[in-house]
């Protein structure tokens, strides 16, 4: 029989709906049940018989977060001195290159677990890793590890299989552990992976993409069309880097004389199935070409702020139709690498990149601000149903009969929220984390009041501690 939970008196309930008449943003509840791993209703609900009930009061209740984009290897290399102050080229080399192959098997695990830790006690569910640490004949499996991590917390994970199947040096200058993979061996992998791990249902827990890290640089032209034929024949979807900063489009153009989003577009890997992180230097044609074909975009804005590549123009991607969703990207170029900082910032971001566009009435200007630009309720919608959506999930993200249970519950017992006109938008509005007083992801409660089980922070840090030490030592 499944446990009937009863989610009672909560002051406000955000769906992640769009906003739209046919998909509301908000529910008036107060009260919902979950049965086994479903919500079951919603609505002024009586507590039944045998029915574990949950006092929600004065608690803010969204759908668990869906993080689109991450590298949680990187959960270690926070706040690097050489590459703190540089833009993406320049930090690549000073951060995560410099770093990567000092990576074993426990210093992976220990880095993977502390950034779904800290993503859990944001109120995030669902986690896709987009993991490039793949070398040849490598002494561990990277795939298996972020698979298990992710299991023993209960959280749903996609792994986005990344990898290189050439380099942009003579494979001579790098270490091993940087080392590109044949694309046969890389193709045989993910089979492998989507074997052992690849759900198709829509609310799958575990989910593997096929996700080169950059189309433009990790593989060639030719093996574009055939990893998104291969991956279309296995049923898998597709993900890459893309148009970060004017790199991209300057090398799209030299290679290729075409713009990122075009020379991508002749290589079989726009559609429906396919979303790309970043995307922040798009022309108007590009723009127009995702809308066209539906293809989605992870958008990181705390990620493209600390290293000064720019702000995604959003805005100008939903009025096309592109599928929008959030990622946190790694914690090497995103010191708070959580889904509330970050749904914060892509609010605020949206708005002030818009608005940057004003201009004084005797100029031509239009208008004064880009307040129009991002609703805290566009927020949500892109940071849970959003990246539902790109991820193929849809019956994840939202708050609704009928849909996985993921729910965060929120406590603003914080000054920060004090004073609130709408505490509703109290998460996302007024920054900082508040209270995580329940996660639950598939009807299973993973968080109580901030603590996960089995979870012992003190040990958690005195062990990423160490870690680091080791790392810079090894690297001096």
């Not at 079951?40 to 004065?58: F, K, M, N, Y």
């Not at 914060?344 to 971001?349: F, N, P, S």
């Not at 991002?374 to 609704?400: F, K, N, S, Y």
Request: charged share 20%; with cysteine; proline share 5%.
């Amino acid at each position: 029989m499944n446990e009937s939970i009863l989610i009672r008196n909560a002051a406000a309930i955000m769906t992640g709906g769009s906003g739209a008449d046919d998909d509301p943003a908000r529910a008036a509840g107060p009260d919902i049940r979950i049965v086994g791993d479903t919500i079951d209703a919603i609505g002024a609900l009586s507590p039944q018989r045998g029915e574990t009930v949950v006092d929600a009061t004065d608690c803010i209740v969204y759908p668990a977060w869906v993080n689109t984009h991450h590298h949680l290897f990187q959960s270690l290399l926070k706040g690097d001195r050489a590459g703190l102050d540089a833009s993406l080229t320049p930090w690549l080399a000073a951060t995560p290159y410099r770093f990567r192959a000092q990576f074993d098997e426990r210093r992976f695990r220990l880095a993977a677990r502390i950034g779904l830790i800290e993503l859990a006690r944001s109120g995030c569910a669902t986690v896709a890793d987009h993991n490039y640490v793949y070398y040849p004949d490598m002494p561990f499996d990277s795939s298996a590890i972020l698979f298990d991590e992710a299991d023993r917390l209960g959280l749903r994970f996609v792994l986005l299989r990344g990898g290189a199947t050439q380099t942009r040096q003579l494979e001579a200058e790098l270490p091993h552990a940087l080392r590109a993979e044949s694309f046969d061996a890389y193709l045989a992998d993910i089979e492998r992976l989507a074997h052992r791990y690849h759900d198709a249902s829509p609310r799958a827990m575990r989910r593997v993409v096929v996700a080169p890290t950059t189309v433009l640089y990790s593989i060639s032209p030719a093996q574009m069309r055939e990893t998104a034929a291969f991956a279309r024949r296995l049923g898998l979807r597709l993900h890459s880097h893309l148009s970060e900063t004017v790199g991209y489009q300057d090398s799209a153009y030299a290679m290729h004389r075409q713009s990122p989003v075009a020379f991508c577009g002749e290589h079989d890997w726009l559609g429906d199935d396919v979303w790309y992180a970043h995307l922040v230097k798009l022309d108007v044609d590009e723009i127009a070409l995702l809308g066209e074909t539906g293809t989605g975009v992870a958008h990181c804005p705390q990620s493209n702020g600390r290293l000064g590549s720019g702000i995604c123009p959003v805005y100008e991607l939903v009025q096309a139709g592109v599928p929008v969703s959030i990622g946190v990207d790694g914690a090497a170029s995103n010191e708070a690498a959580d889904m509330i900082s970050e749904v914060h910032m892509a609010w605020l971001a949206q708005r002030a990149r818009v608005g940057m566009a004003a201009q004084p009435l005797y100029r031509g200007g239009s208008f004064e601000g880009g307040a129009h630009a991002a609703t805290v309720e566009d927020a949500i919608h892109w940071g849970t149903a959003g990246g539902a959506r790109v991820l193929g999930l849809p019956e994840v993200g939202r708050v609704a009969p009928g849909y996985s249970a993921d729910l965060a519950i929120y406590r603003l017992d914080d000054p920060r929220y004090f004073g609130l006109h709408d505490p509703a938008i109290g998460p996302v509005a007024s920054g900082g984390r508040p209270t995580l007083a329940a996660l639950y992801a598939a009807g299973r409660r993973i968080v109580t009041d901030d603590a996960l089980d089995g979870v012992d922070m003190a040990e958690l840090a005195r062990d990423a501690r160490a870690a680091v030490k080791e790392l810079l030592d090894a690297v001096a």
